[in-house]
C-alpha cells in the first residue's frame, strides 16, 4: 500500500515519517556518506524536507516503511534549480504540475519487491490523480534503461555528469494514461496502489 503524507495530513503520520526519515538516514548517510545531511544521528534531511513536501511512502501491514520518495513543487527553487541547474541544457522548468522527485529509497529487503513495483506504479497513478504532466530528476544513468523496461517514458534534460564520482543525469519524467497502462503491465499490479483510492473503494 501507498501513502502520501503532506502538509495536510503529516500529523497524523508522525510516526510513519519518523521512520521514513530514519530510513533515508541508513540508505544515503550510512551508505552513500551524505553525512552532511544527517540530523541527530539517525535522520537524513535537507532544506527541501519542509511544508510544501510531499512523501510518497510504501506501507506494509504493520506500518513499517519499505520505501519511499519525496515530492516538491518546481514552482519553488528546488534541488534541480538550486544545487543542478548546470545538468539542464534549456531553462529549468518550472510548472505547477510539474513536480521535483528525489530521495527514492527502498529498505535492502525490499529492493524488486512488491513494494518497489508499487512505487513505481505510484509514480503514475499519483501524477495522474494530481493533474500531473511529469516529474523532473536526477538520477544515475544505468538507471535509463531499467526504468524505460518498466514503461518509463523518460526525456533527458541535459547530457550527463559525472558527480562525485557517479554518472548522473536531469530528466523529464512524463505522467500519461499510456505510460500507466504500460507500467502496470509490466509490474503485474491492475489495482490501485494508493491508499487513498483504496480506504475509497472500501467506504463506497
Not at 515530492?71 to 534549456?90: A, C, G, K, W
Not at 513505481?120 to 534503461?145: C, D, F, K, W
Amino acid at each position: 500500500m501507498i501513502r502520501v503524507v503532506h502538509s495536510g495530513n503529516k500529523s497524523r503520520f508522525a510516526k510513519l515519517l519518523d521512520r521514513q526519515f530514519r530510513l533515508r538516514h541508513e540508505i544515503f548517510v550510512k551508505g552513500r556518506g551524505w553525512n552532511e545531511f544527517e540530523v541527530d544521528g539517525i535522520y537524513e534531511k535537507d532544506p527541501y524536507d519542509d511544508e510544501f513536501t510531499s512523501y510518497v511512502i510504501a506501507v506494509d501491514q504493520s506500518d513499517n516503511v519499505a520505501g519511499g520518495f519525496r515530492l516538491y513543487p518546481t514552482i519553488l527553487p528546488h534541488m534541480l534549480s538550486e544545487q543542478f541547474p548546470n545538468l539542464v541544457d534549456r531553462h529549468i522548468i518550472q510548472r505547477r504540475d510539474l513536480l521535483e522527485l528525489t530521495r527514492f529509497a527502498m529498505r535492502k529487503t525490499e529492493r524488486r519487491s512488491s513494494h518497489y513495483f508499487e512505487l513505481l506504479l505510484a509514480i503514475q497513478e499519483h501524477g495522474l490523480a494530481e493533474g500531473l504532466m511529469g516529474y523532473t530528476s536526477v538520477i544515475n544513468t544505468l538507471r535509463i534503461p531499467v526504468l524505460q523496461s518498466f514503461g518509463f517514458d523518460i526525456e533527458p534534460l541535459g547530457l550527463p555528469q559525472t558527480i562525485d564520482g557517479e554518472t548522473v543525469i536531469a530528466v523529464l519524467f512524463h505522467v500519461s494514461e499510456d505510460c500507466f497502462s504500460r507500467v502496470r503491465k509490466a509490474v503485474n499490479i491492475h489495482t490501485s496502489v494508493l491508499e487513498s483510492t483504496i480506504m475509497e473503494r472500501q467506504i463506497a
